[in-house]
């Protein structure tokens, strides 16, 4: 079984950073690893993955702004966040134990979640 828990979230001006953080435990080798989410009226989206063998993955709105990063030691998982716009408000989540990397159907553990909101 594996537990996760996000935080670092809160509210930021259009342009600002966040770094989101997530800590993991239990086994997450071999499987992916991600952010997601969620805004209000929509679906949960996937924005940053990282792969089996330690590669990334981005969604096209996340990419060039979004870093996402895991300290194995720590079992800690990071998203850093650029950039920001008002269309990023929403909740975010890390999930783990998935088996691709942006859909979230593939993902069995969850996080409650951690709310970013952008102010234009």
Not at 57 to 73: C, L, M, V, W
Not at 86 to 114: H, K
Request: proline content about 2%; glycine content about 14%; charged content about 15%.
């Amino acid at each position: 079984q594996v537990q996760l828990a996000e935080s670092g979230g809160g509210s930021v001006q259009a342009g600002g950073s966040l770094r989101l953080t997530c800590t993991v435990s239990g086994r997450t080798s071999g499987t992916y690893v991600g952010w997601f989410r969620q805004a209000p009226g929509k679906e949960r989206e996937g924005v940053a993955c990282i792969k089996p063998r330690g590669n990334t993955g981005y969604s096209n709105s996340a990419e060039g702004r979004f870093t996402i990063s895991q300290d194995k030691s720590k079992n800690t998982l990071y998203l850093q966040m650029n950039l920001l716009n008002v269309e990023d408000t929403a909740q975010y989540y890390c999930a783990a134990g998935g088996s691709s990397c942006l859909s979230s159907q593939n993902y069995p553990f969850w996080g409650q979640g951690t709310q970013v909101t952008v102010s234009s």
